[in-house]
């Protein structure tokens, strides 16, 4: 079955850097698109970062210039680098994968930003 397992995680300084990883098992990795959603405690899952089977991203406005996501197809392995943190990026961080649209999650990486 599909598993994807979050890591990297944890507290960290406002300004401060964390890079998030997901380990993908069960799917055609380099066929998926890849991507990461956070929520934050009181608010819905929003979109944070995607990149296309080709290699183009996407970012949600608010954190473009500071998180960079990339993939490593070798690995299995999708990264969420995030730098520039501000205690607003708080949020449980949850890796997709899909096809034609997100159908597997993980089981989200706490991220908390301290002012």
């Keep these: 079955q599909v598993q994807l397992v979050e890591s990297g995680g944890g ?6 850097s964390l890079r998030l990883s997901c380990a993908a098992s069960g799917i055609n990795f380099r066929f998926n698109i890849m991507g990461w959603y956070r929520q934050a405690p009181g608010k819905q899952r929003e979109f944070v970062a995607r990149m296309s089977i080709t290699g183009n991203t996407n970012y949600v406005e608010s954190v473009k210039g500071r998180f960079t996501i990339s993939r490593d197809n070798a690995k299995n392995t999708v990264y969420l680098q995030m730098s520039s943190l501000l205690p607003e990026d708080t949020a449980v961080y949850y890796c997709a994968a899909g096809n034609m649209a997100f159908s597997s999650w993980g089981q989200g990486t706490q991220v908390t930003v301290s002012s």
Excluded: N, P
């Design 11 to 16: 507290l960290v300084q406002a300004g401060g």
